[in-house]
């Protein structure tokens, strides 16, 4: 056995330090280093709190192996005899807590809010009702938070703060809401309250992330249009407004969002991304005047500093967003490569505590020497199982055998045998006895759970060596409460879902709002079982912005091949993402867990093709009807009923237009009601495969009782199924059944959906096979604005994908029978009637307790009325009278929701019958069994869908279909008022 390197471990010493200073640290064993760097971390949280809530910060001081210092307590409590304010951060706001050490070294700064602990959503509030602060924390322990910024990022974050020397102090965060100090990165005075914006403009430059000074430049990260990645702030130092905002280090291909960043000597930059398809720490090496990004460490990584390390790169740096997080060190020995020669955990928050941002401590001036890397330890390693994971998070519902696991490798660098073991953060969600981690050969191991409750319990594996090493790593637990609905199940991978498309057995793949992959799961739930990437193959919208989401909204399906449509809107915060205009067609190849998509081609323009048509009136209503022109400039939101926001889309009865379908605009027509708004693509496939340019139909304007549209199915009998609901983030959601003509008014279904317990907007149908009564289909609810844990963080703020999920159910439905298939039947399956007999009509397909009329034709003698059962069947007795003539007839049998015919022979009567008789009677416990594919379908009583205009015109068809001795009909006649009032008193008779 090789001997390991020294250094014998100090867990207990650091334990004891840490019940000393209160910090309830968990830290590592490192090395024993004769001089270790000293660090400071942000530590924000009170032990308990979760949430968007006002919780207390602190300055925990440590060194480079993980010892604990002391703590720095920031005031919770205004002191206005000195002019100090207190100072708190969100307890699960991730991009707060930026902190940096000062140039001359002998300061660390961060930025907050005057609010007391407990305050809900601070960054939400109004400046300066509630000031954004500047904390300046000295080597000696003092604090100074005199520094206020006026009404600088008032309504968003403020997210970090440098200063050069202690004098002046620059902020950076999100100022495009402020009334007037509107900017990016804001300079004041230490104990100022009245700032310069330094930067500001559009609202691209009102939006930075964090400031940092290297050699006497200002600089800031940013993940705006044209500046994603971090850039230089003017020259030198500025503090006057008007400074040049120039990028420098751009994003690489896959990471977005840039957040805290350290150089290192003169030629390194390393740069925290924390989402997209591969968010780590990024490295760039300066060529001349340039940055060139040479690689990437994946992981969650936030706050970071560094230091040159003999012949590497020693970096400081906080993995992991949620509480119980921790603080790493990772050794690059590459020079023109990123090569992680260790990785190693040096402290962990104590629960419900986050660390936010790490710097050199105050008053320390960091060294050269190499770092002594200490014993060889063994290591775990989480396998990613979600795109954009990290591995180390696992979701989990309540009683759902469906619950993933998750996966990993454990090794020894000595060789030793490794066991492994499990700890739950909280046996109250999470027994210990209900972890079970099994073991394979090449050190794979899987861990399960059963948990009991809701809630987060982080599980601690534990790998211990035959020799006695050990090394930890947390895997990050959350649990969901059990699904009410035995239908229901929980789709891991991403919150956002809002368009899905079946592939059969149960199966289906979903696209959502915040990323691009799309992916395939299962009936039962859990994690994807395969997820599809094709963005490589799909020419940005904006070639400065090639890694941003396509906001994907839409699908439809034509065959083998499914066109995905992103939202072709602004942003909520008003901002422009030319990525949304996007149509990406995918081949389907086979089907069920087999299921592979094939990138099949993609196009742009479809959004300024809408603002031109309707600028220029193309549909006849008048220019800028749909106020297409507004909803798209810059600093317009997608939200409210007045924007530009795709929702819903399917294929047109024709086959190949593309139908739109908008969330907003919603239209008010002259009569004062308000339809949403269905457009057409025409030739969709020629679009995207480049050899047409978008050309839009006519518009359809549909009665949905106010609401908007959510998501839009063509069905399998070639009707469409409606997911309603507000333009807004109010209102209730259903489902409404529609012919596809423009002239007949959507039905809307009896019952609304819903899931108790469970909140969110539906916003997908993955699949109808008809608009019958009684025919089933699985609704998706986006779950992004819901706090699914209970924890206090809404879904879409989850920091892995492995965390995020949304749910999906069945439901039934019952649309008056408009659409189901109705039939007539004859004993027998005969075709004649014969005067003064009496038979036994079997009816199906309408409505429970609705009136049915039985009429033989051509001269009309009414021979029954009588009421449908629950079922929707009837038996109606009939008795052809004398009157009626022998020879050729048609029994039409009719109620508000459709009809059915049967072509008939009426025989002479039976010598000896002079065919007299009461009129026919009928009740609705008949068992007859009507045949046929026709079905009925009407409009809505008293709505009226409209087509360019806000006037439409009756349309009525009927088709006839004869199988034997039944009957079925495809009719759509106009429902009235006076009919659906009717059709109610008949059904209370």
Known sequence: MRPARRLAPRLAAIAVAAALTGTGLAASAGAADPDPDRLALSVVGDGATTGNVAVPVAIQLLDGDGVVGGSIALPTVADAGTG???????????????????????????????AAPGTAAVNDADAPGLLRVAALVGADGSVDTSTTLADGFSKRHVRGVVTADGSTLWAGGHGNDAPTTKGGVLAVPLGGDAPTAVVSGSSTLNNARVPVIHDGQLYVSSDRSGFSGVSAIGSGLPTTGGAAQTLVAAAPAGSDVAHDFTFVGDDLLYVTYTEGTSPGLAKYVRDGAAWTYVGSYAGAFWGVTGRVAG???????????????????????????????????????????????????????????????GEELPTLAWDVRVAGGTGNALSAVVGDPANPAATGTVADPLGEDVTLTATSGDTAVLADSAIRLTTAAGGRFTLTATPTAAGRAPITVTATTADGRTATSVLDYWVSAA??????????????????????DGYFLAGDDDSNQIRLFAPAGGEPVAEFDVQAQVAPGDPSRPDDAWDIEGAARVGDTIYWVGSLGNTNSGNVRLARDVVVATRVHGSGAATTLEYAGSAHGIRQALVDWDAADGHGLGADHFGFTAATRPGTSARGPHSLNLEGATIAPDGTTLWLGFRSPIITGADGVERAVVIGIRDIAGVVAGTATPQVGEPVLLDLDGLAIRDMERTGDGRYLILAGGSDEEGEFTLFGWSGDPADAPVRSAALPSLAGWGGSYEGIVSASSLADGTVVRLLQDA?????????????????????????????????????????????????????????????????????????????????????????????????????PAGAHTLVVSAVSGEARLAVTVLPAAVGDDGTGDPGAGSGAGAASGTGAGSAASGSGGRLAVTGADLAAPLALAGLLLVGGSATVLAVRRRTAAQVAGRAEDATA
């Open 311 to 373: 012949d590497d790169v020693v970096l400081y740096a906080v993995r992991g967003a949620l509480q119980g997080n921790e603080a790493v060190r990772l050794i690059d020995s590459g020079d023109a490569t990123f090569d992680v020669a260790q990785d190693r955990t040096i402290a962990q928050a104590a629960p419900g505590t986050a660390f936010r941002g790490v710097a050199f401590a105050p008053g320390y001036v960091p060294g050269t020497d190499a770092v002594d890397p």
């Open 84 to 114: 100090q304010h207190a100072f708190t951060l969100g307890a699960d706001r991730d991009q707060q807590g930026a902190l940096q050490q000062s140039a001359d070294h002998r300061y660390v700064t961060l930025g907050g809010y005057d």
């Open 784 to 884: 992004g604005e819901v706090d699914i844990y209970g924890t206090g963080t809404v879904a879409q703020e989850l920091p892995s994908p492995e965390l995020k999920k949304f749910v999906g159910h069945d439901y039934a439905l019952d649309l008056g029978a408009v659409f189901t298939p109705k039939s007539v039947t004859l004993p027998g399956g005969a075709t004649t009637l014969r005067v003064g007999e009496p038979v036994d009509l079997a009816l199906a397909g309408f409505a429970a307790g609705e009136r049915v009329s039985v009429v033989l034709n051509s001269d009309p003698v009414t021979l029954a009325t009588v009421t449908a059962g629950a079922d929707g069947r009837a038996v109606a007795r009939v008795v052809v009278p004398a009157s009626v």
């Open 483 to 504: 699904l009410a609905d035995p239908t229901a199940a929980a789709y891991v991978g991403m919150s956002d879902a809002s368009a899905a498309y079946d592939v059969g």
